[in-house]
């Protein structure tokens, strides 16, 4: 079976500093690992993905196999970036998504 | 360029009613799902199509039924609503490339049983 934990449900940080959300996931196989993003009264969306490797909206995320975590980091967070924050795993048949349960991020002035 | 788009957006309903969650996307994903978001719980994968012609159960089934009537369209029915089934409700889909694109999301619905 495959799970994802995402251990805080809330975060609160002044604007500038950095943010660190935490995921580990449990899955036997090779894992693909993804970042969704809520913001307020919006659907939620695809914010980065592992397999690209990339940096959006400032935000960052690396894999540690050994570790089994995906934390999602930015170095100085926006008050834009207060949302819902999901981490999701992919790993089965039928392109699946497994789900955390969440953690929501306020940014303060 | 509409995307996902589900109906209702709103709708509350007595225990025991049925009633039918609606969701197209004009995509051309092959693949559909319809999840539940709950506080502290995130979404759970209630059923899902991988492809036209085929749906399958996801972790919390019970209690609902799907039909993927076409490639366009996926339906969610509750056949006798209970509280416990009070929870925002997304339809998703995705190409066969989930892992490269990622899986585009309606606006939900949300429900509410009394």
């Given at each position: 079976a495959q799970r994802v934990t995402q251990p805080e449900k809330l975060l609160s940080v002044f604007k500038g500093a950095p943010v660190e959300l935490k995921c580990n996931y449990s899955y036997s196989g090779s894992p693909e690992l993804f970042w969704y993003v809520q913001y307020s009264r919006q659907r939620l969306q695809l914010l980065l993905r592992h397999i690209s490797r990339e940096s959006i909206k400032g935000f960052t995320a690396d894999l540690n196999k050994g570790e089994t975590s995906f934390h999602l980091k930015k170095p100085f967070a926006q008050e834009e970036d207060s949302a819902m924050y999901y981490c999701a795993l992919s790993g089965t048949a039928g392109n699946k998504l497994t789900f955390g349960g969440g953690t929501r991020v306020l940014v303060k002035p | 360029n509409a995307g996902v788009t589900q109906t209702p957006k709103f709708q509350v309903l007595k225990t025991g009613q049925s009633m039918t969650l609606q969701c197209a996307q004009?995509?051309?994903?092959?693949s559909m799902y319809w999840y539940r978001q709950d506080p502290g719980m995130g979404l759970r994968l209630i059923y899902y199509s991988a492809s036209e012609g085929t749906t399958d159960k996801g972790e919390v089934p019970n209690g609902y039924n799907v039909s993927?009537?076409?490639?366009?369209e996926f339906s969610l029915r509750l056949e006798s609503a209970a509280p416990s089934q009070t929870s925002v409700y997304f339809c998703a889909s995705t190409t066969g490339q989930a892992v490269v694109y990622g899986y585009t999301f309606g606006s939900g619905t949300r429900l509410t049983v009394v």
């Open positions: - | 004009d995509m051309n994903h092959n993927r009537l076409n490639k366009r």
